[in-house]
């Protein structure tokens, strides 16, 4: 009886007539240790495939053997899988090292020999994949390994070529593309070690090698990014490289390259929806920056360093201005000449609170990245279409608007990646004022952003308090009432939950209490209170210089500066106009026109308040006020009685 052995059985045909081992127990070694490698990784490299294939058929790779078997259908019969297998071993890799792996790219070599392929099926196809790696990938490869100088190694060259081989193989073997050949398929195929810091430095350098080359082959695409990025190579008569040429001689000009670049940069640093930064606008404005729990709102401007005005540098009143410069220039100017604007500003100003945002200045091939996505959103618009894909039909045209939504996701991937390069790990912050941390430690544009803008901040106004939350105004009038309530008993007094979390939140960084499990005590020998006290230790003044003195020394806000008068009004001071001297009752919110001056009053006795209380109720039927004493009750109730009496 005679069994005739189809391709699908290529593996044991593999394994009972064309390898035979010389050295049986350095073989049996050397695949036990790449089982143990494989043994997780290899099931989801190609379906049913599992340690024993791997013993079937070393030295081949499992995949390449399932590989052959779509391909050499498609070739003529002289050109069989067995035949091109003895011919990867014989011709292609005679002194293979043991314990090496015949990588999946490996048989591309003997599928589209350089001199030509010949295909009994789908020829058009098998002739367009060896025109698209001899005629554009390989030139594209040569030309990377030229400008790349000695980063671009031999081995890396290498390694890159077998990746694009196989991605060209996974076009005309479902097998091996199976649902899509990520970078960690890739290295995986055509890698002994698939494991530990060599194989994770190997899928860092094959993401960074094949997006490179994606910028020279826009027909090779990566969708994602890392390694679960989708590579593929499109394929047929239609080229989105074709197409891309075109459109980039609509757009290769400075302001199609700031419109691209601008756009990424406040995105990347997530100032797109903030107000003189949308599309169009002037690209500089206020920005708020939440520092130790409070708002604070600074300037940020994008532009040239260099070209700025002396104004551009200075800082809005009590905060911060960043200036952020673009990574080129004209030709002929250097980052240098940014820094020395910025120092002569010093110079002239004296210190700022101001710091210039330095990139290092983008390569001709990193700039390339911006017209190229120039070109694939132009050919994405309306006007673009209409100019670049009138002649074509529209499955074609749809096949090409495909590619370019795929081609501009990966751009943008490049660009975000790119602004990271020149701005985080390359550029610098240059500040206008000493002691502030030139270094950038936070991973993105946006988070170092922040970093600077607090970093200013803490220098402008290092004792200010490190609030736990937002000191709002219903906050602050209750811890007020508490105040007056704690220094008017002068004991410790209970609160309830609501009153502890003021208390915890804002009294305490504030350091004017001391807080207990269930009760608390005011203090007023702490430094900021005890620094308004003793200002406000005379019969009169004006409060104007010591709301400055808050304002300047600690950075404290409108509301902030409200309480600490507050708690002078409502205790032996009264407020009188500066101009009129009338009386005026304090409040929250309190217009910032408002001039005040405060005069020293005598509180009366708690006894004697509550006699004033009665009386008042007993002769004129007023309301009884509040049994908390202060300078500003009394002057109220004075005034119902003067009136109930005149009454």
Known sequence: EVTKLQDVELRHIVKGRVLRPKDVAAV???VDSLAERHQKVLPALLAGGDIDYLRDVYPFHPAL???LVDVTSLMQRERSALRLLYELLVVHYPTLPLGEFLPVGSAFSAIFPESGVEASKKEELMK????????RLAPAIQKMAEESGSDFTAERRKALEQFIKTVLLGEVSPRLRMQGLTIERLVQLNAVDVEGETYRGQVRVAESDLLALSTRVPDLQVAGSGKTAVIRFVLGRVSLGE???RARSKVDNPAQRFKVFWGALRKALKIDTTKGFEDGGPNEGDWDLVWRRTKRRGHIKLGNVREMSQDDFDPPEGAFAVLIDYPWDEPGHTVDEDRMRASNARKKKGTLHTVCW???HMTPTELGVLTELAAVRYLLSDAGQEDLLETLGAQDKGKVLDQASVRSH?????????????????????????DVDPSRPRETLAENLDHIATLLMDRRYPQHPQFLAEPRRQDLEDLLKWMLEASDTNVSVAYDENTGRILKNLALPLEL????????SLRLDSRYIKDVLQRADQESLSWVPVAEHLRDTYGFQPLLVELFLGFLCQRDHRALGELDSEAVEFRFGMPATTRLRLQRGKVLGGAEWGRLRDLGHQLFAIPRPAAHRSLQAQDRFAKQLREGARG
């Open 358 to 360: 330095l990139p290092r």
């Open 28 to 30: 049996k070694a050397a």
């Open 243 to 245: 197409v891309l040429s």
């Open 65 to 67: 053997i399932e590989m």
């Open 513 to 520: 209490v001391n807080i207990g499990q269930t009760k608390a």
């Open 128 to 135: 367009d994949i060896h025109h698209q790696y001899y005629s």
């Open 410 to 434: 990966t751009l943008e991937g490049q660009l975000e990646d790119l602004l990271k390069e020149v701005y985080v790990h390359h550029g610098e912050f240059h500040a206008l004022i000493s």
